[in-house]
């Protein structure tokens, strides 16, 4: 079990960055949560296997068609064992 802190920054609010991250860390078997930031970023906790958070990364640094993602910075943390995959 692997968590990674991940901040993405471009145009990603209001473009359903968070629903559509949550939809593909739940196909990969992902837990954690996504919350927009107050000054327009996303930050997503995502915990689970190294193999498919490799997949997920992958995935935040293009988004969902109508996001912009222009850096994604990522740090690895302390597992706090999310169940879920929530939208805060």
Known sequence: MKHL???ISGNVQGVFFRHSARRRAEELGITGFARN???GAVWIEA????????LFLAWC???PPSARVD???VEEGAPE???G????
Do not use: A, C, M
Request: glycine share 8%; aromatic share 8%.
């Open 5 to 7: 802190d991940i901040r």
């Open 37 to 39: 930031e107050p000054h």
């Open 47 to 54: 915990e689970g296997e190294p193999e498919e958070l490799e």
């Open 61 to 63: 640094k293009s988004g």
């Open 71 to 73: 850096n994604v910075e």
């Open 81 to 83: 064992n999310y169940t």
């Open 85 to 88: 995959f929530d939208i805060v």
